[in-house]
């Protein structure tokens, strides 16, 4: 004798007789249906999608320079700390420090060196927060690491005005997250 396999319809959960292993709803009718829901699902995560990457654009839109500035600064201090990560602080030399910092030889406040690669390296907390960034000691670590010509440049321009448009801003992100990428 034959057993006669049964199963409840996926949509309407009647039981149907199954004729294959790969059956599971019990008319053309319900095969529509589960179509019609597959497509709805489907169309409903297109539109969250979609919507995502509105949202997206519209914060984007809604960010100001100074928004693009602090931005870009936590992308390259992220850069610095990973580049120097095998180096010791800049200023006292010690490595086995739990938080390390980007610390900036000339500070960040003069605008014009904020993203030089030679003015900003690894710095143990301790120097760049409680010792305000033991300049003495980080311009001598800083002459050895660089030179005294490219340190006195530093020193002597300072003071200029860093002039650069949010597009700028964009693509140094942008460089910086690729450099990231290529430490890792």
Known sequence: MFKINT???LVCKTKFEVKSNFHWLCSAECARVKGNEALEKKKAQIKKTEWTKEKSELKEKLLTHSNWIQLLQTVFNT???MRDKELPCISCGRTN?????AG???ASTYQYHRFNENNVHKQCSYCNTHLRGNLIDYRKGLIAKIGLEEVEYLENTKRMALEITIYEIKQKIRHYKEKIKSLK
Do not use: A, G
């Not at 420090?97 to 910092?101: L, T, Y």
């Open 97 to 101: 420090v739990e938080e390390f910092h």
């Open 79 to 81: 850069f610095i700390r």
């Open 7 to 9: 199963r409840k319809c």
């Open 104 to 106: 900036h030889y000339v």
